[in-house]
């Protein structure tokens, strides 16, 4: 069935550093891959996405690839920030279809 | 816009108890989703409607579980009997379309259950 697999699921970097957060679709017909941030005790919050007609796409420090041959689709985020600090989760849903599968998050501890 | 709005935003019950939680998504807004999301399970899609109509309640845990969209702009999670394992928080999200479009999260309700 649909699947997305997120890795790694903890991710300790010091400030100023990048992060690289990776993920993975079963899905061939998923098209569209959004990330959510979801700081501590607050609702998950849309940051980027990007649909399969482009390969990257960059906001500010945040960056997103999608590599569509292998299913695998990145963030990044440059010049890290203690307020980067958050759980993170990928996403791949497809036109025509109800729902989108999420991954299972990755936890991002930004050392001050 | 308001956003997605749930109430009640904190539940205290006893076990037994019915306890109902509720949505009201962004106005337009065609497709509703629940999750729920604990430390151990990671974020859970529970059910969700397309156009008002349940689409997919393979995710809800039991029978104890249900929810309903009666129309456009509300819609019910009902746990009855409530159990303790069911603590946790839960969102409801809302979109325009379905898979391929954002979803909207609610501030969720944060459900303990003694």
């Known amino acids: 069935g649909e699947n997305v697999e997120q890795h790694p699921s903890t991710l300790s970097v010091q400030e100023g550093d990048s992060a690289v957060i990776k993920c993975t679709y079963s899905d061939s017909a998923s098209n569209y891959f959004p990330w959510y941030k979801q700081e501590l005790g607050k609702r998950p919050q849309l940051i980027i996405d990007i649909r399969s007609n482009v390969g990257e796409k960059k906001d500010q420090r945040i960056a997103v690839t999608l590599n569509k041959t292998a299913k695998h689709f990145s963030l990044h985020i440059t010049e890290t920030q203690p307020e980067d600090s958050a759980v993170y989760f990928c996403a791949a849903g497809y036109t025509g279809g109800f729902k989108t599968i999420f991954g299972a998050g990755t936890r991002l501890f930004v050392k001050a | 816009d308001a956003g997605v709005i749930q109430s009640p935003r904190h539940e205290v019950t006893e076990m037994g108890q019915e306890v109902t939680l509720r949505c009201k998504p962004i106005?337009?807004?065609?497709?509703l989703f629940w999750y729920r999301q604990t430390m151990m399970r990671g974020l859970e899609l529970l059910i969700y409607?397309?156009?008002?109509?349940?689409i997919d309640d393979s995710g809800m845990p039991e029978d104890r579980f249900s929810a309903k969209m009666p129309n456009a702009s509300f819609s019910t999670l009902k746990i009855q009997p409530s159990e303790p394992r069911d603590s946790a928080v839960y969102f409801c999200?809302?979109?325009w379309g379905g898979g391929q479009e954002t979803q909207y999260f609610g501030p969720g309700t944060r459900l303990l259950v003694l």
């Open positions: 106005s337009g807004h065609n497709s």
């Open positions: 409607f397309n156009n008002n109509v349940p």
């Open positions: 999200a809302t979109s």
